[in-house]
């Protein structure tokens, strides 16, 4: 079992930043690759950003590339979502999850932290 817990949320003003956190318990964090999602209230669950399980590559979805950097202490158990320029269509809950690699599937999620972007 792995447990999952973001932090960092908050109510930002258009333009402003914030850092998230997601640390993780229960067993071997560099086994797995780690990614954020967000769901805004009445819409899909969306992919926001990813990284392997050691940093080497990572990826996002279009509408947050140059404005988001998602990147991994391995030695704290812990990734972490930087994110910058913030617009109020980034408003939405936005949770962390865990896959082992070479698996397709995210196995583990946490609970979610609420970011609120006003304009």
């Known amino acids: 079992q792995v447990q999952l817990v973001e932090s960092g949320g908050g109510l930002v003003q258009a333009g402003g930043s914030l850092r998230l956190s997601c640390a993780a318990s229960g067993r071997t964090f560099s086994s797995f690759g780690m990614a954020w999602f967000r769901q805004a209230p009445g819409k899909e669950r969306e992919f926001v950003a990813r990284?392997?399980?050691?940093?080497?590559?990572?990826d996002y979805t279009d509408s947050v590339k140059g404005r988001f950097t998602i990147f991994r202490d391995n030695a704290k158990g812990t990734v972490y979502l930087q994110m910058n320029s913030l617009k109020p269509e980034d408003t939405a809950v936005y949770s962390c999850?865990?896959?082992?690699?070479?698996?397709?599937?995210?196995?583990?999620w946490g609970q979610g932290t609420q970011v609120t972007v006003s304009s």
């Open positions: 999850a865990a896959r082992f690699t070479g698996v397709a599937q995210y196995t583990y």
């Open positions: 990284i392997t399980w050691n940093g080497g590559v990572t």
